[in-house]
C-alpha cells in the first residue's frame, strides 16, 4: 500500500547543483541554528506482510515559500500548501491526523519511511505528519557511538523552538480559518525515544512564546507574558492543541511530569497523555541512562510518582509484550509487536483507560499489558 506522510523539518536541506530545488534534507541543524522550517510531503511504499517500508524516490515534495515579496503582495508560506492538504483530507474523509516525532538515529528518510510504517501498521485511516529533526543515522546493526547520540541530544534540544515556532503556526492557521472551513477532526500527538526529549525543550519554547489567543481568553496581557530567554514558565502561554497524546520509550528522566522545567505543564497541550515503557528497555538501561550518564528514565518505569502528577497521565507497562527475538533492543515495542499497537490505537480511538481490553490495573493511573501467550 501506498502512504502518502506530510512533514515538517528544521534539517539542512540539500539542492540540486542549480540551487532551484530541495532534493533531500541532511543531519544537522538548518539556516538560522535550525530555526527555519520546511513542510512538504513524500510517499512510502508500505508491504506489512514482507515488513518493508521505502520511500518512493521521486515523490518528494518541498513546499514552494516565498518570503520576500513586492509591496501589496502576501508571503507564500509551505505550512499553508501542507496545512490546506491536512485540512481537506480531514473535513472530506473525517478522519483524524497523527503528528510524529521520532527518535535518536534517523535520516531524513527513515524517519519518512518510519512515519508511513506506523500509519499502515496502527491501520487507523489517519493522515500522518511528521516533524523530522536532525539526526545522524547509524549503520544497520552498528552499535550507536557516543558522539553521534552527544549529537543527537543537542540538536534534539536545540529543534525545540522549530517544533515550537510548528505548532504556532498551526494554531495561527486555525485561527484564520471561518468556522465552516475548520475539519473539527483530532490530530494526535507520537513522540518515541530521544523525540520526547525534543518533546520537552518544544514545550519550555511554548511557554515563554505569548500566544494572543490565549492572553485574551485568559484576561492576560500580551506585555506581561514571559519573553523568550527567560527562566520562568508561563503555563498561559499554552493551548490545547492536541486530543491523545502518546510517548513511547520516552529517553526523558523519569520526574519529567514533576518539574516545571520538563513536562509537568505537558497535559494542557491534550485531553491525556499514555506513558508506554519497559523495564527491559536496553536502549534506555543501558545506552542512555548506563552510558550516557542520564539519570532513570521515563520510558523504563514510567513516571516516578503518579500521586504528584496530573491526573490526565497514564502510565502503561511494556515489559511482559516484548521479546528479544523480535526487537534486540527492545525499544521499538510500539511499532513492532501488535499487543502493544492495539493498545495504543484503543487509546487513541478515545476508549478511557480504565475500559482498554488487555489490560491489567496496578495502582492509581499504572496499567500493564498482558502476555496472553
Not at 543531519?27 to 530555526?35: A, D, R, Y
Not at 538501561?285 to 514510567?302: D, I, M, Q, V
Amino acid at each position: 500500500m501506498k502512504i502518502k506522510v506530510y512533514f515538517a523539518t528544521n534539517r539542512q536541506p540539500f539542492t540540486e547543483p542549480t540551487g532551484s530545488r530541495i532534493v533531500g534534507f541532511g543531519s544537522e541543524l538548518g539556516p538560522i541554528g535550525g530555526l527555519n522550517v520546511r513542510y512538504g510531503s513524500a510517499d512510502v511504499e508500505v508491504n506489512l506482510k514482507a515488513r518493508t517500508n521505502v520511500m518512493v524516490a521521486s515523490s518528494l515534495n518541498v513546499a514552494d515559500e516565498q518570503l520576500i515579496f513586492p509591496e501589496g503582495a502576501t508571503p507564500q508560506l509551505g505550512s499553508n500548501t501542507i496545512f490546506d492538504a491536512l485540512r481537506n483530507d480531514m473535513l472530506a474523509s473525517k478522519r483524524p491526523t497523527i503528528a510524529f516525532i521520532h527518535g535518536f538515529s534517523n535520516s531524513f528518510i527513515n524517519a519518512i519511511e518510519r512515519a508511513g510504517w506506523i500509519s499502515a501498521f496502527y491501520g487507523m485511516d489517519a493522515n500522518m505528519f511528521v516533524f523530522t529533526w536532525p539526526s545522524i543515522a547509524s549503520p544497520l546493526g552498528v552499535p550507536l557511538p557516543y558522539s553521534d547520540y552527544a549529537h543527537d541530544r543537542g540538536t534534539a534540544s536545540a529543534s525545540g523552538p522549530a517544533v515550537a515556532r510548528t505548532i504556532r503556526r498551526l494554531h495561527d492557521y486555525v485561527d484564520s480559518l471561518p468556522e465552516e472551513l475548520r475539519c473539527q477532526q483530532s490530530i494526535h500527538l507520537l513522540c518515541h525515544s530521544m523525540g520526547n526529549y525534543l518533546l520537552r525543550n518544544a514545550l519550555q519554547a511554548l511557554l515563554r512564546l505569548p500566544d494572543p489567543v490565549v492572553a485574551t481568553q485568559t484576561g492576560a496581557a500580551i506585555s506581561a507574558m514571559v519573553p523568550i530567554g527567560q527562566n520562568e514558565p508561563n503555563p498561559s502561554a499554552l493551548r490545547r492543541t492536541f486530543d491523545k497524546i502518546v510517548l513511547a520509550a520516552a529517553d526523558e528522566d523519569a520526574d519529567a511530569f514533576d518539574d516545571p522545567a520538563k513536562l509537568k505543564f505537558l497535559p494542557r497541550l491534550g485531553q491525556s497523555v499514555s506513558v508506554y515503557h519497559s523495564s527491559k528497555d536496553w536502549v534506555l538501561n543501558t545506552l542512555s541512562a548506563g552510558t550516557k550518564f542520564n539519570g532513570p528514565r521515563l520510558g523504563n518505569e514510567g513516571p516516578d510518582n503518579m500521586a504528584t502528577i496530573s491526573d490526565k497521565v497514564t502510565a502503561i507497562d511494556c515489559s511482559d509484550v516484548t521479546s528479544f527475538a523480535k526487537d534486540p533492543e527492545e525499544h521499538q515495542y510500539y511499532r513492532v509487536f501488535p499487543v502493544v499497537r492495539n493498545d495504543i490505537v484503543q487509546v487513541l480511538k478515545g476508549v478511557p483507560q480504565n475500559k482498554v481490553t488487555n489490560r491489567a490495573a496496578l495502582s492509581q493511573g499504572r496499567y500493564r499489558i498482558k502476555d496472553n501467550k
